[in-house]
């Protein structure tokens, strides 16, 4: 590619939306542009880097033996209404009319699309297992879409679905993509972690998690140095630890005067007590009523958790106006006198003499005992692990510590959830309609480029692993005119290209400066820089971008120059 | 691939509602599925022909120096009210709403997003000609979706568009996607023609359509033998033909009643006389209100000529209850006392005495005459041109013969139509800042496969040009059994897999009738027959789809069976 002839579209600075250093990267390096929220152009140069972890996803997924297809963008209302989800799936679900007025929705999964699909084409035990896959765009409607790519709201996705005549075909099935996605995420060049994970609206009853690990990740992973345990934060489970301090006297409840003082923080800041001893009531709505939880003050309530413990599909805060009607007052939430239900973590089991809000404007009570003051419903494993909990595996006693990552990929087991409700059948060996045991696949195609950027970069921008960058070198005519500079490098290049390599000319009438640094941010492993100074000298310039080193190569050593990259790129 | 891992869809029976020849073997090869009007999935063997199509497409752009990029399928609607097109497109263009009720809708095409891109991306003429595409979904809400995948609602485009400075250097980008587009479709193997064709709502000056040539095209072209003239029959000019015969002396008018007769033919069997003495009346809605044509009897409104006449978006025929208003009866049109203006087709100009509806039910009128009867706002070309008629070069008398085609591709000379109306500009030599000249360039990608079914079948089925076939080749065991003709079929495979050969190995466990079946109504070029009786006479059976012939080859000389693949297949 000569750059003369492409579009380069760098900019000095990132915009006041970008958030993350990927999202500020790629919108520097004119690899993508927002149209609208969470809805993106890929540019020349990022479609380049997405083409690429397109064509080993679908290599790697054929030699799984998955199966390509192409199912649409716009999906039918029938099928959704068929697998009980038109109902149950959020906002999230872009529901749209035809001009009949027919129901469809822009698909974000296509489970029931497939099963579907299975369901008419394959009739027999004699067919399975099969993997059916699709690269493809899908719509999430995202309240919050932010980050980028990271989180778009349109984006494309590899979308694949096993279906197998029972669990243990179906577990094999599970562990070939397992194994595909370690092989496509290796090759893409990426440092990642596969963790137990929530299966979330999808479904199913176990899921793994692909992480690519970056400082930045929005994703909280806690594993075990000890054993192979890794997971989610938000499905770690938490041990129950025996407290060794001897529980106290109950003392008398007492309120007590915390003028505007809504957080943990002014709380025990005010009082001078540890975080501890504060017992935060959070009031949440459910698709069955108003339900009320007691986490302790320095942990964090695990959404997954509650809702899995619950059985619900709706699980958020409640709002101020609801909060009203039941005469609590937000910011000063507690359990005393409370008229809804009150789960509480395991954690609060063994307290005693705590402080809670009292349902009071501006103030609080401290030494609340459950049992005494209130009850509990329920204990549960409702609290996000932290670093330093111990490992849930049972047999290891080591502590969990946590990474930050980025969730690049998602294998699910499902079962038999959508081929029971969509009532989708093969007939076994004795003749007998069975439903299919079912697996899904999915990797974000964009987001793989974004936690790419995401993990590798430094002050001067992008550094692509050699197999995702947009191109693997860029030759650099640093004479601004026509000359022997660019003679040379004309050379090189068309010998490259005959030989396959993925090569661009900078060719641009711009300074070396700018050709340099746009090089630098857009990641490319290896630059060839020539000039009248190195020419002068007989050589050119080879510098690595990911060690930061440069060669000098004899300019005339055409075949040399070529063995010199065939050992850094192959 | 093995074929006892793939997914083969074959079917006996095409659906009911398959009118067309390709719509029906597609769906019976088990190509495509349709989930919901004019939704379809592509299976596996539909898929990897699309592919093909998509791979060569792709090659040849890049091949132009077009520059690949990939816009999103949900566009926002500022950038359509910019353009004034989210007003005038009409129901085709499916609008939603996201959770925020922000209005978006489903790219149809993509000028406004394009435009848009290159307006805030490329600011000096330094960086202009360039030329950018994508190959991704669209959507039409197409009141009649028909024919699978023809012309279906959702569906894959590869849209280009090209901005140059000035119309001059518009042109030269133009022909160059021209010639880009002859590679294509030459490198798909079908027989086509460019034709010159109306610019639709797309807009713009001048078009050309690429046609497949086939019996059961949904367009008629009209082409010279003498000339290089070539073009749809929507917009082919006639030429105006002086009439041989001397007027008629004008005789009085005169009622006849015509019970129940309102069509031509029921009128001229009637009345026993030429179609050429009956002048229809069309009565039709514009934006800017009704108006009447007449045509004669023998010819056929070209709405696309009228709408560019009148310079109207909309015009479709009235209305029942539109009529009434008017005191019209809906098949007894006329334009004697017609209160709206009357428009008229050149060969009008030297009829009289003819035959028209009298606005009555069930009564006509003879011996109307123009300028007698009723005045014309104006005569022009709306006929649509037929068989026969002179080919309009001006030149050249010679006539023009017809052919059917179907569209596959299409180029638009667009002007500064969307640059002006989005006021999106780049600066000149001279700093100023002037409008890009754009052109637009589409394929649609599933309709190629479409047309290339529908011009290579046979009673068998699909016989693909080689570039397109889901496979070359494909080896067939013709013994359902494990043994020798496996054994041989595996090896021989292997042997042409590690070769890079696009082959196919029928190793299920079906009868050699359904395996040869399955070959030929998918269109495999080559298949390659293994069985008990051709091992026992030393040989294996190359039989040509093509060519109907088969060869014997010896069954151990396996390069010999490689190097007769390459002479035919490269």
């Known amino acids: 590619?000569?750059?003369?002839?492409?579009?380069?579209?760098?900019?000095?600075?990132?915009?006041?939306?970008?958030?993350?250093?990927?999202?500020?990267?790629?919108?520097?390096?004119?690899?993508?542009?927002?149209?609208?929220?969470?809805?993106?152009?890929?540019?020349?140069?990022?479609?380049?880097?997405?083409?690429?972890?397109?064509?080993?996803?679908?290599?790697?997924?054929?030699?799984a033996g998955a199966i390509e297809v192409m199912m649409p963008f716009v999906t039918p209302a029938d099928l959704w209404q068929k697998s009980g989800r038109w109902d149950i799936y959020g906002k999230e679900l872009l529901r749209l009319n035809d001009r009949a007025?027919?129901?469809?929705?822009?698909?974000?999964?296509?489970?029931?699309?497939?099963?579907?699909?299975?369901?008419?084409?394959?009739?027999?035990?004699?067919?399975?297992?099969?993997?059916?896959?699709?690269?493809?765009p899908k719509f999430r409607d995202e309240i919050r879409p932010r980050f980028g790519v990271m989180r778009a709201r349109e984006f494309t996705m590899k979308d694949a679905y096993s279906f197998d005549v029972d669990e243990m075909q179906a577990e094999r099935s599970y562990l070939n993509m397992f194994d595909a996605y370690k092989r496509i995420f290796?090759?893409?060049?990426?440092?990642?972690?596969?963790?137990?994970?929530?299966?979330?609206n999808i479904g199913g009853s176990f899921s793994h998690e692909f992480m690519v690990l970056a400082e930045t990740g929005e994703d909280l992973v806690l594993s075990c140095d000890s054993c192979d345990f890794a997971a989610n934060v938000e499905t770690t489970s938490v041990r129950v630890s025996l407290n060794d301090k001897s529980p106290e006297k109950l003392l008398p409840k007492e309120e007590i005067e915390t003028p505007n003082m809504t957080s943990v923080d002014e709380v025990t800041g005010f009082l001078k007590v540890d975080s501890t001893l504060i017992v935060k009531t959070l009031v949440l709505e459910t698709d069955t009523g108003l339900v009320a939880v007691l986490i302790r003050g320095d942990h964090e309530l695990s959404i997954t958790k509650l809702k899995k413990f619950l059985d619900v599909n709706l699980l958020e805060l409640a709002e101020k106006e609801v909060l009203k009607k039941h005469k609590i007052v937000k910011g000063f939430c507690g359990p005393v006198d409370l008229d809804i239900k009150i789960f509480a973590d395991n954690s609060i089991k063994e307290l005693n003499n705590f402080i809670t809000g009292s349902n009071k404007p501006d103030s609080h009570i401290r030494n609340v005992n459950h049992g005494r003051d209130f009850e509990i419903q329920s204990f549960g494993d409702f609290r996000e692990a932290v670093d330093g909990d111990l490992c849930p595996c049972g047999d290891c006693k080591a502590k969990l510590a946590s990474t930050r990552g980025i969730e690049v990929g998602h294998v699910f087991k499902l079962g038999t959830k959508y081929s029971e409700s969509m009532n989708a059948t093969f007939a076994d060996q004795d003749g007998k309609e069975k439903n299919y045991y079912m697996g899904c696949y999915g990797i974000g195609v964009g987001r793989v480029v974004a936690a790419a950027v995401e993990q590798n970069n430094d002050k001067d921008g992008i550094r692509f692993p050699k197999a995702l960058a947009p191109f693997e070198i860029i030759i650099i005519s640093t004479d601004k005119n026509e000359g022997d500079s660019l003679s040379k490098a004309s050379e090189i290049y068309d010998l490259l290209l005959e030989n396959n390599y993925d090569v661009a000319l900078d060719d641009r009438k711009e300074s070396p400066g700018i050709k340099f640094k746009d090089a630098e941010l857009l990641g490319i492993p290896f630059q060839l820089r020539?000039?009248?100074?190195?020419?002068?000298?007989?050589?050119?310039?080879?510098?690595?971008?990911?060690?930061?080193?440069?060669?000098?190569?004899?300019?005339?050593?055409?075949?040399?120059?070529?063995?010199?990259?065939?050992?850094?790129l192959r």
Do not use: W
């Open 1 to 63: 590619m000569k750059l003369s002839n492409y579009l380069i579209a760098t900019l000095k600075e990132a915009p006041s939306d970008a958030e993350t250093t990927s999202h500020q990267l790629m919108v520097r390096a004119g690899m993508i542009r927002k149209i609208a929220a969470g809805i993106y152009n890929f540019l020349p140069t990022g479609l380049r880097v997405f083409r690429k972890v397109e064509n080993i996803i679908r290599d790697e997924m054929n030699k």
């Open 101 to 136: 007025e027919r129901d469809f929705c822009l698909g974000p999964t296509h489970e029931e699309v497939v099963t579907d699909l299975v369901d008419r084409e394959v009739k027999s035990y004699k067919n399975l297992p099969v993997t059916i896959y699709q690269i493809q």
């Open 186 to 200: 290796d090759r893409c060049g990426l440092t990642y972690k596969a963790v137990e994970a929530d299966s979330g």
């Open 530 to 568: 020539i000039g009248p100074k190195s020419l002068e000298k007989g050589v050119v310039e080879l510098k690595d971008r990911l060690l930061g080193n440069v060669l000098e190569l004899d300019k005339d050593d055409l075949q040399g120059i070529k063995d010199k990259l065939d050992e850094l």
